[in-house]
């Protein structure tokens, strides 16, 4: 069984939610919420400057009303057809109100052409400043049937609220006045074709009834119980005749005395019934609806660019990505540490975030699975490395040696980064010996002990830049020293130089346990990790896991500033202050 299978045996890899869920969505837009408010400040900012570039528009309606009831008879052969206003005769109202006859019309009776928002700009050319008028009142001019009632709403939009309101009551007023006029041009030619039928019915009806006198002269009948049956029948079938033309001549009489009553006297077939008045406020633009479309866009542009950058995004980021992509356990999540002392998580619970989201509580929990597999198994040794410099391998090799300090673990670290050296500037600043002296042979006065952390370190000094390091890492004297300081101490944390700042990993690898590997959550992609841990594995180099640093679970800061920050400012005291210095000037 391999370290790998081992650490995997005692659980080194916790539970995790391997489902997308609603945590996932709203860790991400917590992630996003930057990149959300800043796309929806750039859109409002665009709002506002829209509205406050957009013309000012007044909006006055007035509500015209059509009889539903019969409006007019057509007469067609010799029947009477009743026609009643459809869906189809009320949208032709509405054409006819939009209509450049009513628009012209309107012009000249508000000389609108001596209005310059009716002109636009430039000067017109000779004979068309009427046409231009019409133009520009259609383009302002709106007429739309209320649901699927007999109402039609006529709307215009000025600059002027006055002009708004004229316009729109001059237009129902035109229209009705537009019904009246092609009622009486209707019932006038109606008419016309009535007497012309009146007289054609009236001659009909004469000869009819000279056909019956004839008739009666004729063949001697004076009543209808004397002659023949034959002549009988003759003579109803004339009496019928003529008693038809005259139903249907007084008929035509009686319709034509009606239709002449209506030329007189015309009826429009529609009123008014709610006139237009002066609007008291502006009605374009629109600020509350283009503000609040400016945010949704703005919302949803972020989002929608967040997702994006999502899925672009091919960094490490969860502990899924380790199992499924990394093929690694994964150890733990650190989230990003304020500590008070740098490299060790402090004990005190004021000074410690709650668990289990407090990087003590998951260092706590790395400890807790070494130990198990310390009980079982030879682990003495294990390097702390990371694939860049930055990503916090320092301060979690820190971190997890004061941890195994504190719970009275005799506990070393070794300072191997022959590059940056931090480990040894931060706890061993003033030491006078190192792991080069201890390498050639000298005492044990190079390994000191940390008063605060109780942990030992073994620093690597300033003077030990040695251009040969990756021989002395990989030689047989540092397999040697390592050996017994594994024998020495129960457990040796050794802080290894970033991959990309060395191979100082690959060559003392084969000399220790196993490492741990430490990336910074959101920086490292999964493409490099991939090719380090190939070369790590091909160095023969055990890795027990991946700790993923740096963490970003909630908001993340802006300028350096977090929530927790902006929280924890008393915004009483100091708007007292800020006013004082206003009051004081």
Known sequence: MTALDRIEGHHMVPAEQTMTGIGDAVAFLKRSVWLVVAATLVCAVAGTVFVLSSQSGYLASTAIMIDPQTQRNVLRDAGVIDFTYDNGQVEDVVEVLKSERIAGTVVDELNLIADPEFQGPGTPVAGQRRRIATLFLINGLDARRVGQSYIVRVSFVSKNPETAAKVANAVADEYLKYQIQASRDSARLTSQWMEERVAELGLQLNAAVRAVQQFRAANGIVGTSNGQASLIDKLTELE??????????????QRLTENQQQESFPV??????????????????????????????GVLAGVGIAWVRHLLDHTLRSPKQVREELRLPYLASLPRWHSPRWGAPSTNPKEVPDPPLSEFAALQGVKVSLDLERRTHSLRSIGIVSLHSGEGSTAFCAGLATLFAQSGTNTLMIDCDFRHRTLSRRLAPNARAGLLDLFLGGDDGAIIVDPKTKARILPLLDREALPNRLDIMGSQTMRELLGRLSATYELVLVDLAAMDQGIE?????????????????????????????????????????????????????????????????????????????????
């Open 268 to 297: 429009a077939s529609a009123h008014v019934i709610n006139p237009a008045n002066v609007p008291l406020s502006r009605t374009y633009p629109r600020v509350k609806l283009v503000m609040a479309l400016a945010i949704l866009v």
């Open 240 to 253: 019928a005749r003529a008693d038809a033309y005259r139903k249907l001549y007084e008929s035509f009489v």
């Open 505 to 585: 990993a690959r060559a003392i690898g084969p000399f220790i346990d196993g490492c741990i590997l430490v990336v910074q959550w959101g920086r490292t992609t999964l493409g490099e990790l991939r090719d380090a841990i190939e070369v790590l594995q091909a160095g023969q180099v055990t890795l027990f896991g991946v700790v993923i640093n740096q963490t970003e679970d909630g908001v993340p800061p802006m300028f350096g500033i977090t929530l927790a920050d902006l929280r924890s400012i008393d915004w009483g005291s100091s708007l007292d202050r800020l006013a004082l210095r206003l009051t004081s000037r």
